[in-house]
């Protein structure tokens, strides 16, 4: 069993939609339509579509966008500490608010990653998050200077979000299903609905307050590959059910600043002593895999005659790699 992580095609858009569904409410990106996951799939210029295969099989999805914000601004709650003091009682409180703000700053985002759950086992699930900087790595022209994550927030197991019932669904008057497919065909009316003014969590009932930059339980696994990879957590939080954004100069990111491009490719039946390794080509129609390699003094890869097949890569072609 051998992952590939390669380009998606419209061929694998009934396989996608189908984890997509699977998956529950909660990431926005997958709750379109499924024309609209069609024409995204189309779009190779803004937004790249992924999907991890194993033995003939979808099992995997992610996503990149190139840049966000540039039909609709970006929207969040901004989480904000203020202190209140008082000189006559000599107190000082410090209260957190949540903003509402509206930006169209447009850094690269990374999402709509989504694994079967019978095939979260290690690297799997590393592979379908890593190879995405892999591609990164090979095509910064596409990319902007800072790449941001949006995680899913706190859903339980009936499907409902803490924070959207105790807060979103007071101004929008709709289960939160309803309302995270609505943004996602419709995100103009966010700015219809959220109220301007600041929120203060300590009036939210508990459930709600806990939620706040709480990961679902299925995205811990993400956040923990992302905070390896040098991504920090902002102030920022998902208006929905409010979970967490996270950040990182793109030159920072781990997996980018450890790859390295061989000048060469060696093909073997088998390597010995070889060194695991995250790799692919460096064609558009990527892919990408994890498999044992050698790298000699003059930066050649060695690599075993099952992996060049799966990579689709020639003798003395360009890979790019990174050691794990």
């Excluded at 950040?247 to 000048?263: D, G, L, N, R, W």
Aim: proline content about 6%; overall charge neutral.
């Amino acid at each position: 069993m051998t992952p590939l992580f390669r380009v998606a095609t419209v061929d694998d858009l009934d396989a996608i939609w189908s984890l997509a569904q699977e998956a529950g409410p909660g990431i926005t990106s997958l709750t379109s339509t499924k024309e609209q996951m069609h024409q995204r799939m189309l779009d190779t210029t803004t937004s790249f579509v992924f999907v991890l295969e194993i033995d003939g099989v979808v099992v995997g999805t992610s996503a990149i966008l190139s840049r966000i914000a540039t039909q609709h601004p970006f929207f969040a709650y901004h989480r904000h500490l203020i202190e209140k003091k008082s000189v006559t009682l000599k107190t000082t409180r410090t209260i957190e608010e949540l903003h509402f703000i509206r930006a169209r700053k447009k850094p690269t985002e990374i999402g709509s990653l989504l694994l079967n759950k019978a095939y979260r086992k290690k690297n799997v699930g590393r592979l379908l998050s890593l190879a995405r900087f892999l591609f990164i790595a090979c095509f910064p022209q596409n990319f902007a200077t800072m790449v941001v994550a949006e995680l899913r927030g706190f859903i339980d197991k009936d499907g409902n979000s803490p924070f959207w019932d105790n807060l979103g669904f007071h101004f929008f008057q709709l289960p939160f299903k309803e309302a995270d497919r609505l943004r996602a065909q419709h995100p103009e009316c966010i700015e219809d609905f959220f109220p301007v003014h600041p929120i203060y969590p300590i009036l939210l009932p508990k459930a709600a307050q806990e939620a706040i930059g709480k990961t679902h339980p299925n995205t811990t696994g993400a956040l923990k590959i992302l905070k390896e990879q040098n991504f920090r957590l902002s102030d920022y939080i998902d208006l929905f059910d409010g979970g967490p954004h996270l950040y990182a100069p793109t030159e920072q990111i781990k997996t980018i600043q450890e790859s390295c491009v061989a000048t060469s490719v060696q093909i073997q039946q088998t390597i010995q002593d070889g060194k695991n390794a995250l790799l692919s080509n460096t064609e558009r129609a990527f892919r990408a895999t994890y498999a044992p390699i050698q790298v000699d003094e003059n930066k050649r890869v060695i690599m075993e005659e099952k992996t060049a097949k799966i990579l689709e890569v020639e003798p003395n072609e360009p890979l790019r790699y990174c050691l794990v």
